[in-house]
Nanobody
Framework: VQLQASGGGMVQTGGSLRLSCKSS????????LAWFRQAPGKEREFLAAISTSGGSTYYGDSVKGRSTISWDGDRTNSKLQLNNLKPEETAVYYC????????????????????WGQGTLVTVSS
């Protein structure tokens, strides 16, 4: 499985971004796709995940209520809409694919994911 994240850039405080993750290769083996972010000197933080069917979505506390994760069309493109961004959310944003069964706890853990995209930088200016 290969993942390509895009859509990062610079945005002002309170602004919005829509990140995309294109998957290719053995996409039929994906159980769920997730988004994480990592700021310099900090641990990787879970943001959101979506099951392959699209029937289940999960959000981290820091973005719940102001973000939406979704699939496009044939389940090879995942989108993450982020609204009302703050300067402390400046980070590299990664998408990741899970090819093993998960539960509501493990889906939030970076170690659950086998494949990672290269990351896209989001800078929120004050």
């Amino acid at each position: 499985v290969q993942l390509q994240a895009s859509g990062g850039g610079m945005v002002q405080t309170g602004g919005s971004l829509r990140l995309s993750c294109k998957s290719s290769g053995r996409t039929f083996s994906i159980y769920a796709l997730a988004w994480f972010r990592q700021a310099p000197g900090k641990e990787r933080e879970f943001l959101a995940a979506i099951s392959t069917s699209g029937g289940s979505t999960y959000y981290g506390d820091s973005v719940k209520g102001r973000s939406t994760i979704s699939w496009d069309g044939d389940r090879t493109n995942s989108k993450l809409q982020l609204n009302n961004l703050k300067p402390e959310e400046t980070a590299v944003y990664y998408c990741a694919a899970d090819t093993d069964p998960y539960n509501i706890m493990t889906i939030r853990q970076p170690r659950q994911y086998d494949y990672w995209g290269q990351g896209t930088l989001v800078t929120v200016s004050s």
